[in-house]
């Protein structure tokens, strides 16, 4: 069964905590995706990654990080330096460059408490 | 800088009437363009796709859409809505320079019986 996987659905993390969100696919994409969704914003980059081992900053990367250590996998850190974590956090991914749509997860919704 | 712009925060349409949710775009070169719907609590869910050649785009759960080169806009349209195509739909455009999807803010279409 082909796809993304996201996971947890749901987290809750405390106030100067880092947190992890899962993202994996088994869909041989090379290019994967992270986006932050807020009400009334749409979706907004925050970091891509075209290839292994290779990431770039997307238009809201402060506060967060990310590895590609493996083709299937594009885990995103959520630092105590992202003042307004709480949101909901999309994972894509993309063939190539010969592709054109991307494949969306179906979410972590993060809240601070 | 490429970027789409969706006007209406909220469309309202009866069920059995066509629906029309409006984006425009503003591009440097050819415009790829895209519509994705989102349900509630879940990830983006690809409908359709213009990169070249016929106007009329026809998609999944039978929407289309019509691309306007003069207007710059690429509108998602059904001739007779349903209440379950109640979601939040989102226009997008690839910027090739860096392959990433650009995405608007949203229409919510709510669909009454």
């Known amino acids: 069964d082909g796809g993304i996987t996201q996971s947890p659905k749901y987290l809750f993390r405390k106030e100067g905590q880092n947190v992890t969100l899962s993202c994996e696919q088994n869909?041989?994409?090379?290019?994967m995706y992270w986006y932050r969704q807020d009400p009334g914003q749409g979706l907004r980059l925050i970091y891509y990654s075209q290839i292994v081992n290779d990431f770039q900053k997307g238009d809201i990367a402060e506060g967060y990080s990310v590895s590609r250590e493996k083709k299937e996998s594009f885990p995103l850190t959520v630092t105590s330096a992202q003042k307004n974590p709480t949101a909901f956090y999309l994972c894509a991914s993309k063939s190539g460059w010969a592709e054109h749509e991307a494949f969306f997860g179906q979410g972590t919704r993060l809240t601070v408490v | 800088a490429q970027s789409v712009a969706q006007p209406e925060d909220q469309v309202n349409v009866a069920e059995g009437n066509p629906l029309t949710v409006k984006c425009t775009y503003s591009v440097s070169g050819n415009p790829y363009l895209f519509w994705y719907v989102q349900y509630p609590n879940r990830g983006l869910q690809f409908l359709l796709k213009?990169?070249?050649?016929?106007?009329l785009v026809k998609g999944s759960y039978g929407f289309e859409a019509e691309f306007n080169k003069s207007q710059t806009s690429f509108h998602l349209k059904k001739p007779s809505a349903l209440v379950s195509d109640s979601a939040l739909y989102f226009c997008?455009?690839?910027?090739?320079?860096?392959?990433?999807?650009?995405f608007g803010t949203g229409t919510r279409l709510q669909v009454f019986p």
């Open positions: 869909l041989n994409h090379d290019a």
């Open positions: 213009y990169i070249t050649g016929d106007n």
């Open positions: 997008a455009v690839r910027d090739l320079n860096t392959d990433k999807l650009i």
